[in-house]
Antibody, heavy 119, light 110 residues
């Protein structure tokens, strides 16, 4: 059973960079059929797609986050990562990593990690 | 406000059938398949329906999905107390070139 686990600081200062890593286990991140994605849920709100990365490094991200998002992949560690720059209180959320199939299909999810932006 | 419109809440009594709608447009639901997720607080979202009407292994057949034009629906029959959760639709949007989630529907089992 594929497993994903998010890791990273739970508290980030406003205007700084949020950095999270997702470690994939019981399966390979090198998959021609899947992307690897980030989704977040602000407190009291719904799910928001952040972006996806392929094992080769190609990415898609939500235009609403403009150029603040950077994603990377490390196939040797079976990990992929998210960086979100210039964070504000609006970036406080539960951040999930997930495996993405076609379209909006996310079939395996991490448990999520809460990131709070402090001013 | 999400591009994919879901009712914010729904409710039913045990044993009843409830449906949750998801309305979009030609660039998303109209041209791509719809997936549904069940989200209980403190847990990871769970894929409930994929490709409009397919159930992953382990999902009870009480859950079913359908799509027509630019709208989709999730139906839950034989409602149970453990079905109380938030439900989200999701699809690809060709204009956004990315994934859209609906705003979510909170299902209450009375």
């Amino acid at each position: 059973q594929l497993q994903l686990q998010e890791s990273g600081p739970g508290l980030v200062q406003a205007s700084e960079t949020l950095s999270l890593t997702c470690t994939v286990s019981s399966g390979s991140i090198i998959s021609r059929s899947h992307y690897w994605g980030w989704i977040r849920q602000p407190p009291g709100k719904g799910l928001e797609w952040i972006g996806n990365i392929y094992y080769s490094g190609s990415t898609y991200h939500n235009p609403s986050l403009k150029s603040r998002v950077t994603m990377s992949v490390d196939t040797s560690k079976n990990q992929f990562s998210l960086k979100l720059t210039s964070v504000t209180a609006a970036d406080t959320a539960l951040y999930y990593c997930a495996r993405k199939g076609g379209g909006g299909l996310f079939d395996y999810w991490g448990q999520g990690t809460l990131v709070t932006v402090s001013s | 406000q999400s591009v994919l419109t879901q009712p914010p809440s729904a409710s039913g009594t045990p044993g009843q059938r409830v449906t949750i709608s998801c309305s979009g447009s030609s660039s998303n639901i109209g041209s791509n398949s719809v997936n549904w997720y069940q989200h209980l607080p403190g847990t990871a979202p769970k894929l409930l329906i994929y490709f409009n009407n397919q159930r992953p292994s382990g999902v009870p057949d009480r859950f079913s999905g359908s799509k027509s034009g630019t709208s989709a629906s999730l139906a839950i029959s034989g409602l149970q107390s453990e079905d109380e959760a938030d439900y989200y639709c999701a699809t690809w949007d060709d204009t956004l070139n990315g994934v859209l989630f609906g705003g979510g529907t909170k299902l209450t089992v009375l």
